[in-house]
Structure formats: C-alpha cells, structure tokens
C-alpha cells in the first residue's frame, strides 16, 4: 500500500504571498494546507521564510503518500467487501444447488419406496387370491371325499 512510487511529477511553484500552488491539478484538501502552514518546532511559530522549499515539498510529499495510503487501503476495503459479497453469494448458490440435489435424491428415494410397497400389496393380494382359490378347492375335494366316503359306507 502506497510504497509504490508514483510516476506523476507534480511541480510547485510560490506565488507572492510566499505560498505554494500545486501544479498539474493535484487537489489539496483544507487541513492538508492548514498543517503544511503550522511550524514543525514546538518552540513557536516561524517566519515562514525560514521554511525551505525543499522542506515544504517534502512534506507534502508526505503528505500525499499518506493520503494515497488511505485511499489504497479504502479501495482495498472495498474490493475485500465486494470479495465477501461474492463469496457470500457463491456459498448460497452452491448451498442452494446442494439442498435440490438433496431433495431430489429423497424425492426419488420416496419414488422407489412407494413403488416397493404397492409392489409388495400387489402380490400380497394375488397370494391372498391364490390361498382363498386353493381353499375352495380343497374344500371341493373334502366335500367330494365325504360324499365318496358316504356311498361306500352306504354299499
């Protein structure tokens, strides 16, 4: 962050006053130059002559370093929220597609069951048919032996 230099040149220029103008439409803000203008000592305030011009500019180049740093570390705050809004995304539509894949394989699960069971009534239903039919036949044979049964006695 902000350790790259920059390939701008910006180039000063005193007016009569005695204060700087940027050049080549860089933007200062208010506090920037208000800082610019307090003196570095603490003893108290300096003619403003007996700041150099090499001092001056160095301190605005500073100053410009810190707040192209605080722009860098903005513009990566945002690409990082904008990273988590899609990662945020991505996981709910990756979720999503899991929880109808999931769904789907219950549905077909159920499908399968279903389709056993009616299976299974289907052939408990013949075999009850076949037991009852068999049934009815032994009961003809018994009838048919008794009556047999009978007539030899009878003989």
Do not use: C, W
Not at 41 to 70: C, D, F, T, W
């Amino acid at each position: 962050m902000g350790g790259g230099g920059s390939t701008r040149r910006v180039t000063f220029e005193a007016d009569d006053n005695d204060n700087i103008t940027v050049v080549k439409g860089v933007r200062l803000s208010d506090s920037l130059i208000d800082r610019m203008k307090e003196p570095s000592s603490p003893a108290g305030r300096q003619p403003r002559s007996s700041v150099s011009n090499e001092e001056l500019k160095k301190r605005i180049a500073e100053e410009l370093a810190l707040e192209r740093a605080r722009r860098d570390s903005e513009a990566q705050k945002r690409r990082l929220k904008q990273e988590q809004m899609f990662v945020r995304d991505e996981f709910g539509k990756l979720l999503e597609r899991e929880r109808l894949s999931s769904n789907e394989h219950l549905t077909r699960a159920i499908l399968r069951e279903r389709a056993a069971t009616e299976e299974e009534r289907q052939k408990a239903q013949r075999f009850a048919r076949q037991l009852e039919e068999k049934d009815r036949e032994l009961r003809k044979h018994d009838a048919y032996y008794k009556e047999q049964l009978a007539r030899l006695e009878e003989r």
